[in-house]
């Protein structure tokens, strides 16, 4: 069946680009709720980063004078470092216009802060300059209605497209036969989609009720109540009290990164209706795994991944929380094996070298990096911090 690339967005051919989303612009906003707006591009750059569209970020005078990227967006895209501008159009900034050529994508989506200047000024000369531009109004916004309406109007006239975030996103996905995005797509519906989000949640709910009382009569779990009321793990609240503890997996690489299968197997028992899951002992130096494909994070990089893994278990509707660990005197892989004092443990039965103090001060200090890293993941909770060997 014919799917008209050449009309209808497709993922493939575009490329996003979030002009100036930054506190200093919002403060200016009255063309709409702010917090639609922001709702808006939120819900784009996460679909952009669903369907693996490039997304540019760019800024103006970030430091100096409108402040950062707005945190929601830069949270989606950690490792992309926004492109900072003196100039209002930002098609006249040369590292912008590099990053929007080296995409090489000639569909460009916009959104952005105003409307009226650092959406229009680009939009036109990009589309001057060939390319094929869409403005996604929703999630831009100008000083006044009027301004925004009549930006939009003379983008219009000159052949550029609005659209708004929702449509972008239903056009990349275009048939709901497309599994791989399925989840994805209701996902960010019930976050930002606002009544939609809720009538997704409402028909899920329904279903899952009447698929429960087919299988089982509506006695079978019904016979357990506390198990299946709210729980409550500090701030963490779960929809059940279901908890599924730490058990190393060997599903990770030869980092310690998430990997398909690691995700796989943590979405599987998320769906599967548990309340918390909490991830195996994930180490905080590769060199104190027990395993040689056990988890590890130790390093910025690695973040990108632990998010995937987080957002697919937050789909479910359950929580997760991450387990960082040292492996001590029982990290049977080490070519160093550390304890704070060198007796052996009764299961390895190794003798450890004793740690100096500077080294004691290095482990709990790549403690607190790793649950840094663990918090900008998404993780609901620092799991259950553990120094293993005791055995
Ligand atoms: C294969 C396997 C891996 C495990 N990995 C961990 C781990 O990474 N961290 C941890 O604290 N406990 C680990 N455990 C212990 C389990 O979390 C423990 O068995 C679980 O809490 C169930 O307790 P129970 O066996 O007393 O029912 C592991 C257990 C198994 C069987």
């Not at 760019?58 to 004078?65: I, P, R």
């Not at 028992?269 to 195996?280: D, H």
Request: hydrophobic fraction near 40%; charge should be neutral; aromatic fraction near 8%.
């Amino acid at each position: 069946m014919r799917n008209y690339p050449e009309t209808l967005l497709d993922p493939g051919q575009s490329v996003v680009v979030i002009i100036d989303h930054e506190p200093q612009m919002y403060f200016g906003v009255e063309s709409a709720s702010r917090r639609m707006v922001e709702d808006s591009v939120t819900g784009l750059a996460k679909a952009a980063k669903l369907f693996k569209v490039p997304c540019i970020l760019t800024t103006v005078e970030a430091k100096s004078f409108s402040g950062l990227m707005a945190s929601k967006i830069q949270q989606i895209y950690l490792n992309v470092q926004p492109i900072d501008r003196t100039s209002i159009n930002s098609w006249e900034d040369e590292n912008l216009k590099r990053a929007v050529e080296g995409s090489g994508r000639k569909r460009i989506v916009l959104a952005g802060l105003w409307t009226e200047a650092c959406v229009a000024f680009p939009a036109l000369c990009m589309k001057q300059d060939g390319y094929d531009v869409y403005v996604v109004t929703d999630a831009c916004g100008g000083a006044t209605k009027n301004a925004h309406d009549m930006a939009v109007l003379r983008m219009a006239q000159a052949g550029i497209k609005p659209v708004t975030w929702m449509q972008v996103m239903l056009e990349w996905q275009r048939d709901w036969n497309n599994k791989d995005t399925y989840d994805g797509v209701m996902g960010i519906i019930k976050e930002h989609g606002s009544a939609y989000g809720l009538g997704v949640e409402y028909a899920e709910t329904m279903l899952k009720a009447s698929h429960n009382s087919q299988k089982d009569g509506g006695t079978r779990m019904s016979k357990y109540p506390i198990l299946l009321s709210e729980g409550h793990f500090g701030k963490v609240v779960t929809k059940n009290r279901i908890v599924m503890p730490p058990m190393v997996t060997n599903y990770c690489d030869e980092n310690g990164s998430v990997t398909p299968e690691y995700i796989a197997y943590h979405e599987a028992r998320a769906a599967g209706g548990v309340g918390l899951i909490i991830t195996e002992a994930t180490c905080i130096d590769k060199d104190a795994r027990g395993f040689t494909t056990q988890a590890c994070f130790d390093s910025d990089d690695q973040i990108p991944g632990y998010k995937e893994l987080v957002d697919r278990v937050h789909r479910h509707g359950a929580k997760m929380a991450c387990q960082i660990f040292h492996g001590g005197r029982q990290a049977s892989i080490a070519k160093d094996l550390v304890a704070p004092s060198a007796i052996p443990c009764n299961l390895l039965g190794m003798v450890p070298r004793e740690l100096s103090v500077p080294e004691i001060k290095k482990i709990v200090q790549d403690f607190v990096d790793c649950a840094v890293r663990v918090k900008k993941a998404g993780f609901g909770t620092i799991g259950f911090t553990v120094v293993f060997g005791r055995g």
